[in-house]
């Protein structure tokens, strides 16, 4: 008999994520899966599309790009600090190789971090696409959010900027062996740093999807506070400058590349945070907006990061 839906999900969906986690009290098979929490923790919850030839190029493998929604989706948990503790993929696909497809990149990814697939929805569509939400949990009143950044608080960055979007550049122009193009088939969503981070104290972050600036402009618009950043200071900076023929490109995909789902965080000036975990890449100040410094010298930058509808 040739696979429908349902025989696709028993076959490619049930148990193949990671382990169940206790949270989880029913999971895949019924009209939907049934969850509860410890005392004093919290839930904290994200859902996050991904669509074909928007968040990936056609002409990259189904699978592959299955990991990567899976994955960007699983940064939002990172960013609030949560441990992730369950996944709700929807696979939208243009046919039964494209769910096939998908799956197994669901759950790779999944069985990388070990988060159990608890539900979702397998329908067909004019493009393939994925809607992945995903669940997670922490202490009451410890998630990091956007709007609690002080004046005095130092910028750190966990992660790397801009090496996605030369990735992306290279596929996109044809060079699909570029040195940067292995970062497009991985995406690592930095659920480890985020929950140490929060463990530490930290309280206000967010993860880099659309652009250090703009989403650096998101946390700072969020906390009523100004934020001066020195570009230079970012992880690898003259690496970039080097391999990419100069810093003007560099600066292009440190400042505007998204999807290198580093972390942004701050903290006061007196927390101590390992370099091995983040680099310190600026302050915040009282007033609004976001500064951007090339070695010391503020730079005017009239360009915006990713945005769907421009
Ligand atoms: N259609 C929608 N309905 C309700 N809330 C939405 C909708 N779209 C976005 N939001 C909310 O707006 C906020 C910002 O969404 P956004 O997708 O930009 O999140 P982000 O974490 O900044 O980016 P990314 O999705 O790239 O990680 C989130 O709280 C999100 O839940
Ligand atoms: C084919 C193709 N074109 C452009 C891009 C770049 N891109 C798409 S969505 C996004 C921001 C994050 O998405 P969201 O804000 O929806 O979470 C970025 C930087 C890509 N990855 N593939
Ligand atoms: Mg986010």
Redo the contacts with the bound molecule.
Sequence with gaps: MSDNEFSLIDKHFKGKGGHSHPFTRLAIGDDASVHGLKDGMELVV???SSVENVHWPHDMSLDLAADRSVC?AL??LA?MGAEAIAVWVNVMAKDKHAVKAMAKGVSRSLRRYNVELVGGDTCRSATNALSVTVAGQLPAGTAMCRNTALADDNVWLAGRVGFHALGLKQWMSGDKHGEFVHHINEITPRLAAGVHLREMGVRCC??V??GLLQ?AR?LADASGVGMDIEVTQVPEWLHLCHQVAGCEPAFEAVVHG?EDYALLFTAPASMVIPNALAVKIGTCRAGTGVHLYRDGVLCSVKKQGYLHFE
Excluded: E, I, P, V
């Design positions: 994200s859902t996050d960007a940064s939002d960013a967010l993860d999807s659309d989403d998101h998204g």
